[in-house]
């Protein structure tokens, strides 16, 4: 089965629960005197979307796959990445340190939900997973991406209470994190990803040089492997940001999205560079794989 036709479906039920979280969120930000009566719906629905994308994800692992890789195309890896991040966002949230995260990550969720419509009706198509290499490969760079997500939400956050705290509105931080909490989030966060990212580049290097086609000439320079490596320096950077002064506050919370951008720009490189050329292992922080796209 190659294309699942209740996967699109549900994705596309989960992305009006989120949109509609969202909403929600948005109206208790703005309103003075939110009743918890908004908090509660905004929550109920953030759940349903957390237990929808990971009953999902787990249908298609034993339903549609019936094997015990469960992440077999690119609709597994944005279903992967939208159950953790919402998994994460409300276990911030219950620790109560990093409040008002949600208002800012719901919007986030819902643009994956809807990537993975994409995904899943329009743009299907499989990995071809044939070693531990690219699983490894694979792995990192959605949980590498997760994180980052998490880190670029909390660089707006920090922007937003930031300008807030500057026009001294009376509710630019209202029911928001601090300052301080915000940036050990976006540090936290980026530490993580740049774990998870420089593993993913190890491996992918590992899986082009172990090759047919091998590195290629002038592969150090190509469009790819530039935006990767930028990528890696930003969040370097940023994981750095309590021991360079120059680095931390506002800056940090740019280059947190800056870098995330960067990231999505360097998938689109590896994707166009793959479906140009179908048979040859692609490199990069991307999604690697072989094959045709259907």
Known sequence: MIHDKLTTWVLIVLTVLSAAACLVAVVRLRKKSAGRGLWCVQLSLTGLCTAGSMG??????????????????????????AALFAVMVLFLQSLG???????????????????????????????EIDSVWKTVHLAAVYLGT??????????GMFLYVQ???????????RGLASLEAIERLIVWASASGFALLSLGLAMGLILVASGP?????????????????????????????RHAASYRGARAAWLSIAGLVLLLVTFGLVHATSDANADTAEFGIGLTHVGAAN
């Open 56 to 81: 999902l994800f787990t249908y298609r692992a034993l339903v549609v796959h019936r094997g015990w890789q469960p992440l077999e195309s690119h609709v597994d890896g944005l279903l992967l990445i």
């Open 97 to 127: 340190g990093v409040a008002g995260l949600a208002t800012f990550a719901l919007p986030v969720l819902t643009l994956i939900l809807a990537w993975a419509i994409c995904a899943s009706a329009w743009t299907f198509y499989f990995f």
């Open 146 to 155: 997760l994180f980052f997500a998490v880190a670029a939400i909390g660089g």
């Open 163 to 173: 300008r807030g705290l500057r026009c001294k509105r009376l509710g630019g931080g």
């Open 213 to 241: 086609t091998k590195l290629g000439e002038g592969w150090w320079y190509s469009p790819k492997f530039v935006a990767a490596t930028a990528v890696w320096l930003i969040y370097g950077a940023v994981m750095n940001a």
